[in-house]
Each structure stands twice: as structure tokens, then as C-alpha cells.
Nanobody
């Protein structure tokens, strides 16, 4: 069983960049495809980005294409999300999770969710 802890969120100004980090423990991190999701108030949880075991393939949600980069460091058991040119619509709780099978874009394809880190973007 994997435990995940997100960090790096906070209150930021629109237009800046933010780097979020997810630290994993309790499992074999390098064997997992990982994903970053976000959930805004009144909205469904949606995929932001995903990354395969070795980092060779990445996937991005439609809402953040061109502004986000996901990477991982298997030696440190971390997966990171860089969000550039932040917009107010990026305000959400950001979660990392372990892909457990299915469509990589679907929330139901992931398990072992972290508790999330709040990102608030002000204009």
C-alpha cells in the first residue's frame, strides 16, 4: 500500500509558476504510473497530468495542455507537477494518485490518493 503526501500549494498571483511535489512511501514507486488531479469547488475531479513508470510517457488534461509539465524522480520517490502561467481557473485542490488500471484519464483508474494541496490563484 502506497502513502502519498502532496506539497507546494499556496496562494499565488496569476501569471506565475508553481511546482507541486508528491512524496510516496510504503510501496515500490518505480512500478507505478502516477497521476496528478485537481478538484475545484463545485467541479468534478479531473486529470491534470500523468506519467508512466520510467517517465518515458506523459499525459495531460485538456484544460492545462501547454502550461503543465509532469516529471518524476524514482530515486527519491517523488512526482512533480509544474504549472506555468497560472490562471484563476487553476484554483483547486491538487492530488496525486497511483494508476491501478483502466483509462489513464479517468479518476476511477487511480487509487492511493494523497490528501491534496490547495492552490489558490488570485488576479
Amino acid at each position: 500500500q502506497v502513502q502519498l503526501v502532496e506539497s507546494g500549494g499556496g496562494l499565488v498571483q496569476a501569471g506565475v509558476s508553481l511546482r507541486l511535489s508528491c512524496a510516496a512511501s510504503g510501496g515500490t514507486f518505480s512500478s507505478y504510473t502516477m497521476g496528478w488531479f485537481r478538484q475545484a469547488p463545485g467541479k468534478e475531479r479531473e486529470l491534470v497530468a500523468g506519467i508512466t513508470r520510467t517517465g518515458g510517457s506523459t499525459y495531460y488534461g485538456d484544460s492545462v495542455k501547454g502550461r503543465c509539465t509532469i516529471d518524476r524522480d524514482n530515486a527519491k520517490n517523488t512526482v512533480n507537477l509544474q504549472v506555468n502561467t497560472l490562471k484563476t481557473e487553476d484554483t483547486a485542490v491538487y492530488y496525486c494518485a497511483v494508476f491501478t488500471g483502466g483509462n489513464i484519464y479517468y479518476t476511477t483508474s487511480y487509487d492511493y490518493w494523497g490528501q491534496g494541496t490547495q492552490v489558490t490563484v488570485s488576479s
